[in-house]
């Protein structure tokens, strides 16, 4: 099983220029998520999606754009890159996500490393 | 606002001993559910253990086990009998009813000495 798939890994940007990380899921979830992972900072929730259609900001959204136009994928959008967007990027997923009827259970992505010069 | 702490960045453990990593969380809510995540070298994301409140029980997983202290928002992880390739950054995660938003700690470093 594929999982929680990141695209790309790597990738170098310059100030100003634009870029879209990919996150796809094969396991039906309704939810999906992104995190930048900082050092010392944790992780933290850039934008959320319960579901196709539905989307809706977290913790740092502000220089991303995210939509949902199909249950598998999930792709993050960085429109103007400054060099405060170096970070390590996570997608993940869960069945439902949240504290309901469900394990609440994360699945994440490998991860996908952003430099920004 | 909900709040994870991790007060430990780093913490270190003799091969095939114990050790605790401390987790404390400030919520109004009682019913939420906690996890550990455990990110090694190769950065993969994997759950060890996760906790629901209403839950009066510790949840255990093989070597990992949790001290829930729902009164005192606290959720500790113990790993027993540590093993090489439990060295690795921990971390604490809270998500609560209704929100779909996942809170972290930041995270406590382990390493485990041959």
């Known amino acids: 099983n594929a999982g929680v798939t990141q695209t790309p890994k790597f990738q170098v940007l310059k100030t100003g220029q634009s870029m879209t990380l990919q996150c796809a899921q094969d396991?039906?979830?309704?939810?999906m998520s992104w995190y930048r992972q900082d050092p010392g900072m944790g992780l933290r929730l850039i934008h959320y999606s319960v579901g196709a259609g539905i989307t809706d900001q977290g913790e740092v959204p502000n220089g991303y754009n995210v939509s949902r136009s199909t249950t598998e994928d999930f792709p993050l959008r960085l429109l103007s890159a400054a060099p405060s967007q170096t970070s390590v990027y996570f997608c993940?997923?869960?069945?439902?996500?949240?504290?309901?009827?469900?394990?609440?259970?994360?699945?994440f992505g490998e991860g996908s490393r952003l430099t920004v010069l | 606002a909900q709040t994870v702490t991790q007060s430990q960045p780093e913490m270190s453990v003799q091969e095939a001993e114990t050790v605790t990593l401390s987790c404390t969380y400030d919520t109004s809510e009682s019913d939420y559910y906690l996890f550990w995540y455990k990110q090694p070298p190769s950065r993969q994301m994997i759950l060890v253990i996760r906790?629901?409140?209403?839950?009066?029980q510790n949840a255990t997983e093989n070597r990992f086990s949790v001290n829930f202290q729902k009164a005192a928002k606290s959720f500790s992880l113990k790993i027993s009998d540590s093993q090489l390739g439990d060295a690795a950054m921990y971390f604490c995660?809270?998500?609560?009813?209704?929100?779909?938003?996942?809170?972290f700690g930041t995270g406590t470093r382990l390493k485990v000495l041959a």
């Open positions: 906790q629901e409140a209403y839950k009066q």
């Open positions: 995660a809270y998500v609560g009813p209704g929100t779909y938003k996942y809170i």
């Open positions: 993940a997923s869960s069945p439902e996500g949240g504290a309901g009827s469900g394990t609440g259970e994360l699945f």
């Open positions: 396991m039906n979830h309704e939810y």
